[in-house]
């Protein structure tokens, strides 16, 4: 079962506006939560990482929150770009455990 | 190098044959991970190598699967008789430890005909 959930699946956005993603888990214990930016036929590039007295953490036009009692993240993009267009991946770890739970992604498109 | 190292980029290979995946860490990265990431689905735990310790396995998903990891950097990731299903993106991770960030390779795309 799949301890990582996002939505939505995909959306369409014209450049320059915003969007945001979310990520609800079930992960337990928690240990950090990350957001990677995954271009097509590339690896997943890390954007965010964030512990669990952390609520809010940027990088650039990116800005993660959390929220650890509901077990709930987003990722907002501030005034996207054509490059924003890529697969965004949650990411969360279980404390003192190596393995890594992944969401299926939000595959964003940005249009000009 | 500077990043994670995955070759072939691209392996189109007839059902039933042996591919071999090679994936080049971060040097002095300790920790090494495979996944395997098919369409629409998130990733999925195969092997993870940490030092000299043992590998956990318990990802791989049948016995045609292995991987061996030489000198404590290059790994390998052996797909024994191919199957269709096996056709996925393979992705190849390193770190200086779990509680660090993780490298991700570009991954190799296998697709079995």
């Known amino acids: 079962k799949n301890q990582v959930e996002q939505s939505p699946q995909s959306l369409i956005i014209l450049e320059g506006k915003n969007c945001t993603l979310q990520c609800n888990y079930t992960v337990s214990p928690f240990s950090n939560l990350r957001w990677y930016k995954q271009d097509t036929g590339r690896g997943p590039v890390s954007l965010t990482i964030?512990?669990?007295?952390?609520n809010t953490k940027s990088n650039g036009r990116y800005t993660a929150t959390l929220d650890a009692d509901t077990k709930q993240s987003s990722l907002h993009i501030t005034a996207s770009q054509l490059s924003d267009s890529a697969s965004y991946i949650c990411v969360v770890s279980e404390k003192n455990d190596y393995k890594l739970s992944f969401g299926a992604g939000t595959t964003v498109t940005v249009r000009a | 190098g500077a990043g994670v190292s995955q070759s072939p980029s691209n392996k189109v290979t007839e059902k039933g044959k042996d591919v071999e995946l090679r994936c080049d860490p971060i040097?002095?990265?300790?920790?090494l991970y495979w996944y395997r990431q098919s369409l629409g689905q998130g990733l999925e735990f195969l092997i993870y190598f940490q030092g000299n310790s043992a590998p956990d396995k318990s990802g791989l998903p049948s016995d045609r699967f292995s991987a061996e990891r030489t000198g404590g950097s290059v790994s390998t990731l052996t797909i024994q008789r191919t199957q269709q299903e096996d056709s996925a993106v393979y992705l190849c991770?390193?770190?200086?430890?779990?509680?660090?960030?993780?490298?991700f390779g570009s991954g190799t795309r296998l697709t079995v005909v």
């Open positions: 040097s002095g990265h300790t920790a």
């Open positions: 991770a390193s770190s200086r430890g779990y509680n660090y960030g993780y490298t």
């Open positions: 964030m512990t669990f007295s952390e």
